[in-house]
């Protein structure tokens, strides 16, 4: 065993992880990467099939991002935002504000997904103390979100694996269901449905809207949900349902912003402005932990008056507007530009639409799930009752563990197996990847 394998299974306790499976079997270690790969120890390379949990975007050491960084190094590496400006915080909030959805004029750094979310929900509440309407307190979320780890972000949450043991913890939001039309339990028809799903949204609000602060949602992929997938016009109409009833809409951008779905926000693809937006994984191009909440000018200016008057929002990390994940989130924007890479993703996305085809006949394939690069392939023991596995099969698990033996890192959901490469994968590096997955089901599952 690799020196860097005993200490690993001796002193890190790895997330979402059960430890007394990890330490009793061989594992990885990952020594340095190239392109789309990463390369372990033993100098085995393999496809970065999840982007290194959703993160990379333009591959492994490119060159003008870690150039970004060194140059940056050779400036300041930290300096703090409280009490302080510096030059990469301050260029990169114009950029954001300049690429976001309208009206999204301010900028609030934090330092990964969860701690984005949470700086919104707090702004959501205290927004409406200053507003004179202290009784709007509580969030709307949707069955099976996912928001990150923190108190806050887990009480929204409502994957019942990972948020139950914590209830006793948390505040409780009032859930709506999710726009899941392959396990709908309101409709057997989305043709008809009449989106009942957006309808429960407008149900809650007629009732409760005085005491509502805001909804929090992931637009149009509900991704550790296992990629579950709005219907067109989904997102749209929860927003303008939102704005009649006055409460604020806050769009989780997390996992699906910087070109996931195709386009630089999820949003885009229904013009939808929220008021709040939250950002992080691929802000840096997958470099360094960097998020940030994204506001409007009616939002920030409640907050402002003198100190007395303690509007100020106290909220703030050791490491908010880091400069060196500054520089790395510029250099990967500059690469959205001077690359053209939304423009080349038409070619990629529909490249993984024609392999996916061929997935979805595969005998256990229960619904495959695709939004630009980000794919959920749901396994099912018998698709045509829709009847799962049992949990104890892992078949999920087993998929990708012979993926990775065929030479690519995917990681599942239950029994939901997620694709998300780089969006620098070239199409026969997509082909290739899915033709893996597909020989790795049709094996394993
Ligand atoms: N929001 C969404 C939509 C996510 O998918 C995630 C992570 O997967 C988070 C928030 C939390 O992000 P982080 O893991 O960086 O805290």
Redesign the pocket.
């Known amino acids: 065993m690799f020196p860097a394998e005993l200490r690993d299974k001796q002193y890190v306790w790895h997330p979402f992880t059960q430890m007394q499976d990890w330490v009793s079997r061989p594992q990885k270690v990952i020594a340095a990467a190239s392109g789309i790969k990463l390369i372990d120890t033993e100098g085995i390379e393999y496809y970065d099939g999840v982007s290194s949990?959703?993160v990379n975007l333009h591959g492994h050491r490119k060159a003008e991002i870690d150039q970004a960084i060194i140059d940056q190094l050779g400036k300041v590496a930290h300096s703090t935002l409280l009490g302080l400006a510096n030059i990469p915080a301050a260029e990169l909030a114009e950029q954001l504000v300049a690429i976001a959805p309208h009206g999204l004029n301010k900028v609030f750094y934090s330092d990964?997904?969860?701690?984005?979310?949470e700086v919104a929900l707090k702004m959501a509440f205290q927004y409406w103390q200053h507003k004179g309407k202290p009784g709007k307190q509580k969030f709307i979320a949707l069955e099976q979100a996912?928001?990150?780890?923190t108190v806050g972000?887990v009480s929204v949450g409502g994957i019942d694996l990972f948020h139950r043991v914590f209830k006793p913890l948390l505040f409780t939001p009032v859930h709506i269901p999710a726009p899941s039309c392959y396990h709908c339990k309101l409709s057997s028809d989305p043709a008809t449905c009449g989106m009942q799903c957006a309808v429960r949204l407008e149900q809650v609000l007629a009732e409760h809207h005085q005491e509502i602060a805001g909804l929090v949602i992931?637009p149009l992929v509900q991704?550790?949900a296992g990629m579950i997938m709005s219907p067109p016009g989904y997102l749209a109409k929860v927003r303008d349902i939102s704005r009649k009833y006055d409460i604020l809409f806050i769009a989780?951008e997390?996992?699906?912003g910087f070109g996931r779905t195709g386009k630089m926000f999820a949003c885009e693809h229904e013009a939808v402005a929220p008021d709040m937006m939250?950002l992080?994984?691929g802000i840096t191009g997958g470099y360094m932990p960097l998020?940030a909440t994204l506001t409007t000018d009616e939002i920030y200016n409640a907050f402002l008056g003198d100190y007395a008057a303690k509007k100020t929002f106290y909220h703030g990390h050791s490491y908010t507007g880091n400069p060196l994940a500054c520089a790395a989130a510029l250099a990967n924007l500059r690469i959205f530009s001077e690359e053209k890479v939304i423009e080349g993703l038409h070619c990629r996305i529909d490249a993984a639409a024609v392999k996916l085809k061929a997935i979805a006949r595969l005998e256990h394939v229960g619904d495959v799930r695709q939004c630009g690069l980000i794919v959920g392939i749901e396994l099912m023991q018998d698709r045509s009752r829709k009847v799962p596995y049992r949990w104890d099969q892992a078949v999920g698990a087993n998929v990708c563990e012979q993926a990775r033996r065929l030479g690519l890192i995917i990681r599942p959901i239950g029994d939901v197996v997620i694709f998300m490469p780089p969006l620098a994968s070239t199409v026969s590096e997509i082909e290739a990847m899915l033709d893996i997955i597909e020989y790795a089901i049709r094996e394993t599952a």
Request: aromatic residues 8%; glycine residues 8%; charged residues 20%.
């Open positions: 949990l959703w990964d997904g969860s701690t984005a979310v996912y928001h990150g780890d972000t992931e991704a550790a989780d997390v996992a699906t939250t992080s994984k998020a």
